[in-house]
């Protein structure tokens, strides 16, 4: 399950600037989906499954005979599979894919439920059975004892979470889990997914709150034909699947043609079989290594559509849904809004943080392996989903293991256990507490690049007592100063992610490169400090819908005279993601305003967008994402209707509130617009984005010295904020305060020296205090980020006179 994190909740919670526009909230899942105004990401990140009104088997027999018109599509359960392809049934059946989810019974649930009992936050929660049922006595929405049968037992290996049933559909998932590993290990015994906190039911991390719900944030990936069914008037969820687990056609698609196909007769049989996707990537493909260098080559090129890991990220990628029509072998951009690489959840390297979930998609993306060809069959058998031979010998299929196994090599003959090629290739880190996860950007060890950035490496990973100096020192001595790698843009996101002069050139030089991965070059693309629309125009034409959707993330804040003519043209893109984020951006152009020639492309894809905002309506970031849509098109009170449902979700939710009470400034109602902003604050008093917009609500009610009590609670609990600093010391500069206004803004220049918000004010609070020479201080370390400003340059005269 994708667990949720404080973390992953706030991406969804935009920081709000001074300015006419509302934040313009920008969605994420999770798995919860969520990031920064450039990052569209719908909803939370989550894992895949559903509740089973009903299971429907099949037996192939029953299937419908068509020989002379296609079958009519539809799920047919995976016993119709079973009779013809036994082998592939018995691997199935060995799967994780098939315990990925399983109604609770004696045979799948593996905790203790002999009245075992666990302690966590001034809880003891008692685990017991009765009358053949599974129940946990525990604390629940409103933090008093109860008890709650288990309904379902969620994965197998290394854990086991249990999934609670209520009344209105929600399904959710406790935070209490079963270590499934043997006891030697660590295992057979109950922990919580949270043990350095104390989450109780007053938290939004609680077992009972949006952030643990089964219907969104996991369904989709732990079962099969999932329909989330989420009934927006009434608040509840009717949700269905065709079978329990991760199943034949969870991967496949819907198999009635190819089982009429299969009862046809020959000659009425169809070139496809009948099937969604053909997964022949591999089909007639040799490796081979080249002489000397025992490097391995793929026998052909890689297909622009690697239509595996398309179809495997759907569950294994950080992304959010967009659509429930999804069909294997085709981008996964057409259905969901995978996440780029951003300071949030990655590192400037491209690996994931520790406290964000491992998926694979992203990482492998980047990595040599994937431009090269491989793809996920390649080293996994598709239907055991084990690898395809033990320990190195996966690898050895393509690498030579005379070269990769030798001592000169690998520099660790003595160690025991002897390192592996994932020792020092892909990296571990553990996920919710015990599950461990390899990184799959076969990244060569770079403590130097630690050194530069900060990044993880795994040379410390082992070294934990040594700084990544010395291990820096070790590599240069085996393999010489000359490092390679394929990830050569960690640089370019680091001098992004710490506001270095440089940034916009270093990122430009990424996003033009052909030889980078289209994930990086559309993350680049997206982080670019200021738009280069001629780079952006070239990104919007891209054959990779990523890179598309990172030129189109880019476009968020261009006029719309300029935005127009470069983002239309996306309304009818091939992928549906590209269509919707389109869709989203020209919204602020009402449809009067249209060209004639677009208007009808434009509603049919804002028709999209709304749809894939409805999908998701159990959400608060996607109502919210539909609220600032209607905004844009002119239409407050539908608005106004999206942001209360979203608080109404959950109150805490700050990014409606925020937006909901800058709508209100520009109705002139911001008394209103207070009173929004309080309640919110009376469900998460600690969020500094509310603290801020209620601060600049009261400068517009004339309540001065409140308002500076407000910005300073914002710049103080989230001191990294570029703009809760600015605002701040604008406002004590307002207020005569010159010498506290300077302290802020050198306190934030000290970890964002090259802002030149920053710096500007500084300059002007500076001249106001009458000090020329740190005027003149600020002006030339501004003069440094715009050597062609003339107005600069007369100033730094100026002063110097």
Not at 107 to 115: E, I, L, P, T
Request: glycine residues 6%; contains cysteine; hydrophobic residues 40%.
């Amino acid at each position: 399950m994708a667990r949720g994190s404080r973390k992953n909740r706030r991406e969804h919670q935009l920081r709000k600037a001074p300015a006419p526009e509302p934040v313009q909230y920008a969605p994420q899942p999770l798995q919860v989906s969520h990031s920064a105004t450039r990052r569209w990401i719908v909803g939370a990140s989550a894992v895949v499954a559903a509740i089973a009104v009903g299971l429907q088997w099949f037996e192939l027999s029953k299937a419908p005979v068509q020989t002379s018109a296609p079958a009519e599509l539809a799920f047919v359960g995976s016993e119709s599979c079973a009779g013809c392809h036994p082998a592939e049934t018995k691997l199935w059946q060995m799967s994780q894919h098939r315990d990925a989810m399983d109604h609770a019974t004696a045979q799948s649930v593996r905790g203790d439920f002999n009245n075992a009992t666990f302690d966590y936050a001034g809880t003891r929660s008692r685990f017991f059975r009765r009358e053949g049922k599974f129940l946990v006595e525990t604390d629940g929405s409103d933090g008093k004892p109860a008890t709650f049968e288990v309904k379902y037992a969620f994965g197998i290996d290394p854990l086991q979470q249990y999934l609670i049933e209520f009344p209105d559909g929600r399904v959710q998932a406790l935070s209490i889990a079963w270590d499934t590993r043997p006891k030697e290990q660590g295992g057979q015994r109950w922990f919580h997914l949270y043990p350095e906190s104390a989450i109780t039911s007053s938290d939004s991390l609680h077992w009972t709150k949006l952030n643990q719900n089964w219907n969104f944030m996991c369904a989709e990936c732990h079962s099969t034909n999932v329909h989330k069914g989420y009934n927006a008037d009434k608040d509840r969820f009717a949700t269905t699947f065709s079978e329990i687990g991760v199943r034949c056609e969870a991967c496949h698609g819907a198999g009635s043609r190819h089982v009429a196909w299969a009862h046809g007769k020959p000659a009425a049989r169809e070139a496809d079989n009948g099937l969604l996707v053909r997964f022949d990537e591999r089909t007639g493909i040799t490796w081979s290594a080249s002489a000397g260098t025992l490097t391995p080559a793929r026998s052909a090129p890689a297909p622009a559509l690697r239509k595996e890991v398309e179809t495997c990220g759907r569950c294994h990628a950080r992304r959010g849904q967009l659509s429930e029509d999804w069909t294997p072998g085709q981008p996964l951009s057409d259905t969901h809004r995978v996440s780029l690489l951003d300071r949030q959840r990655f590192h400037a390297d491209g690996q994931m943080r520790d406290d964000e979930e491992t998926y694979n998609y992203a990482p492998f993306k980047q990595s040599r392996m994937f431009a090269k060809g491989v793809t996920c069959s390649d080293c996994h058998d598709p239907h055991s989903a084990t690898l395809k031979a033990p320990a190195d010998g996966v690898c050895s299929q393509c690498h030579a293991p005379a070269k990769y196994e030798s001592a000169a090599h690998r520099h660790h003959a003595n160690v025991s256990p002897p390192l592996g090629c994932p020792s020092c290739h892909m990296p571990e880190r553990r996920y919710m507490v015990v599950d461990r996860r390899h990184d799959h950007g076969f990244r060569i060890p770079r403590p130097d690049l630690s050194v530069q950035t900060g990044a993880p490496n795994a040379c410390n990973d082992c070294h934990r007592d040594k700084p990544a100096a010395w291990a820096a020192d070790q590599i240069k001595g085996w393999f010489g100063a000359e490092r390679r790698g394929h990830q050569t843009y960690v640089r370019a996101f680091h001098a992004a992610w710490s506001g270095a002069a440089d940034a916009q050139a270093q990122l430009a030089a990424i996003a033009e490169s052909a030889g980078v991965p289209g994930i990086v070059r559309a993350s680049a693309l997206a982080e670019l400090p200021e738009p280069i629309l001629d780079l952006v125009r070239h990104g919007l034409s891209d054959p990779d819908p990523l890179v598309r959707l990172g030129a189109l993330d880019r476009l968020e804040g261009v006029p719309a005279d300029q935005l127009w003519p470069l983002a239309s043209p996306r309304l009818d893109d091939a992928v549906r993601g590209v269509r919707i984020r389109a869709a989203e951006l020209l919204a602020v152009l009402p449809a009067a305003r249209q060209p004639a020639v677009d208007r009808a492309r434009f509603t049919r894809a804002a028709a999209e967008f709304i749809a894939a905002q409805k999908l998701n309506a159990d959400r608060p970031d996607s109502r919210t994402a539909l609220g600032n849509f209607f905004l844009r098109q002119a239409n407050p009170g539908a608005a106004e209707a999206e942001y209360r449902a979203a608080l109404r979700l959950d109150p805490s939710f700050a990014a409606a509130a925020v937006n909901l009470s800058d709508l209100y400034r520009q109705l002139g109602l911001d008394s209103d617009g207070e009173k929004v902003l309080r309640e919110a604050l009376s469900a998460s008093a600690q969020d500094p984005s509310l603290h801020h917009a209620l601060g600049l609500t009261l400068v517009r009610l004339k309540r001065s010295e409140e308002a500076l009590d407000e910005l300073h609670r914002a710049a103080s609990l989230d001191p990294g904020q570029i703009r809760y600093a600015y605002v701040y010391a604008v406002g004590l500069n307002g207020m005569g305060r010159h010498d506290d206004a300077l302290s802020v803004l050198n306190q934030s220049l000290r970890e964002h020296p090259n802002n030149p918000e920053l710096l500007s004010a500084a300059l002007n609070v500076s001249r106001e205090k009458g000090d020329i020479a740190a005027a003149l201080g600020y002006a030339e370390r501004l003069a440094l980020l715009r050597p062609d400003d003339p107005r600069l340059t007369n100033l730094i005269r100026e002063l110097k006179r």
